[in-house]
């Protein structure tokens, strides 16, 4: 049997053949340690898994003296904000965020509401090659529920000083892949006083997601359409868990997940100037949307919480990742879609001459290419022979991450899946120079394979 996946927020893999629910208990024990006795809250997405995962969970927790505390169907963003309660000592979000229906994780988050930091996941490590200290009888906890914790969560984004809840007219369709966004999109809606309607309200009955989970441009076909058919001024695309945010303009294009960060920091620092952070996988977006205003964009490894300690160490209130996770201080340090929504209709409301499409095009235009290639080997062994094919990188704190004048590459093995991923940007219309990169990526991966 495969090995689950462990990376910086968690464990991942396929239900039942890499990710089982002896390893959903033995992660969720060891968390519990870490943690140490009290209140965890655990949310869950939309997996015909779920339930199962969710009931080993608590299993887990409860062995160890913790007392799980269920928020039912919810986003990640809104397990992160109810971890941050003072009678919470932290969170699971029982999800495999953008993965398809046969893959179920745990991501682990601390009462701080931020994904474990690295003391915090090296102490994990630790405690899960260690014997667990299982509580007897009489210390054994119960199961406690918790509702309201969306509607808690809708308030606290449409409470932003920078969100309008009211104003020019608007309408969009939501394209909720049939998981958690169908309960935090349409609430945080109608918090704003946006028409809204809903593509892709549920699962299939075979446990699968009704398109591709991951929100992007090569997946939002069927959202484009809809815009234009029935009259909107924007579409919204999510992930399974609701923590990404991918955009459709009036028009139906797709313009894509690149586009939710750049918009946010244009919206946001317009009003409180400050540095920003994105990963280095982020579209240079970002940094056109930060000049406009006199500020600076700083980079960093890939992963929400990389990101976040970059924020902290920059002392930036906004960033984000170009998967279309916007992370903004004021409502709380973790990606969250409610918070990319709210600051695009705002922005809107605060410019109402302006539709989504002109917003868009006063960026620059670039292309890129995102592509991933299944690898279970050794990524060194590929960095010997880009390096030797396109030179010393400019950035190895994650991958290889090449400066480019107008673009850039980034080359790296993926935390969450068994695959290396290829992103690369250019300015402009020219995709020779893409092509000839990513060719000499294939040439590299071909060599060691």
């Not at 959903?24 to 809250?41: D, H, I, K, M, Q």
């Not at 695309?237 to 139906?252: I, K």
Request: with cysteine.
């Amino acid at each position: 049997m495969k090995k689950p996946i462990i990376s910086g927020s968690g464990i991942r893999g396929i239900f039942g053949e890499s990710f089982t629910v002896q390893d959903a208990c033995s992660f969720a024990a060891a968390f519990g340690e870490l943690v140490g006795p009290g209140r965890v809250v655990v949310g869950r997405d939309t997996r015909k898994s779920g339930p199962a995962v969710e009931a080993a969970v608590c299993a887990g927790l409860m062995g160890v003296g913790c007392t799980p505390v269920l928020l039912g169907i919810v986003t990640t963003p809104t397990v992160q904000l109810e971890a941050m309660n003072n009678v919470i000592c932290g969170g699971i979000a029982v999800t495999s965020s953008h993965n398809p229906g046969e893959w179920n994780a745990l991501k682990l988050i601390g009462s701080d509401g931020v994904f474990l930091r690295a003391a915090a996941r090296a102490k994990l490590t630790e405690l899960l090659t260690s014997e667990r200290k299982w509580v007897g009888y009489r210390e054994c906890t119960e199961i406690e529920e918790l509702t309201g914790s969306t509607a808690r969560h809708v308030e606290l984004v449409a409470g932003l000083p920078l969100v309008h809840g009211t104003g020019k007219k608007l309408k969009v369709i939501l394209d909720v892949t049939g998981a958690t966004a169908a309960q935090l999109a349409p609430a945080m809606m109608d918090a704003l006083n946006v028409e809204w309607e809903m593509i892709f309200p549920d699962m299939t009955p075979e446990g699968d997601f009704p398109r591709v989970a991951e929100p992007n441009t090569e997946s939002l076909s069927v959202l484009a359409e809809e815009v234009v058919k029935r009259g909107a001024d924007a579409g919204f695309g999510f992930d399974p868990d609701g923590d990404r945010l991918a955009l459709v303009d009036n028009r139906g294009r797709l313009i894509g997940e690149e586009y939710t960060v750049a918009l946010a920091l244009d919206h946001v620092l317009a009003h409180t100037p400050g540095p920003a952070v994105v990963n280095l996988s982020t579209s240079r977006l970002s940094e056109d949307a930060a000049k406009k205003h006199g500020c600076s964009v700083y980079r960093s490894p890939v992963g929400e919480v990389n990101v976040i300690e970059e924020m902290e160490i920059r002392g930036a209130d906004i960033g984000g990742e170009g998967n279309g996770g916007v992370i903004h201080r004021d409502c709380h340090l973790g990606r969250d879609s409610a918070v990319g929504m709210a600051y695009t209709i705002s922005y809107l409301r605060e410019h109402p001459e302006l539709s989504l499409s002109d917003w868009a095009d006063s960026f620059p235009a670039y292309i890129n290419m995102k592509k991933k290639v299944e690898f279970t080997g050794d990524f060194k062994e590929i960095a010997i022979f880009l390096r030797d094919s396109m030179g010393e990188p400019d950035d190895t704190s994650d991958g290889l991450w090449w400066n480019r004048g107008e673009g850039w590459v980034h080359i790296r093995p993926s935390g969450t899946e068994p695959v290396v991923r290829f992103i690369a940007e250019n300015r402009g219309e020219n995709r020779d120079i893409l092509e000839s990169d990513y060719a000499l990526f294939r040439k590299a991966l071909a060599c060691v394979e």
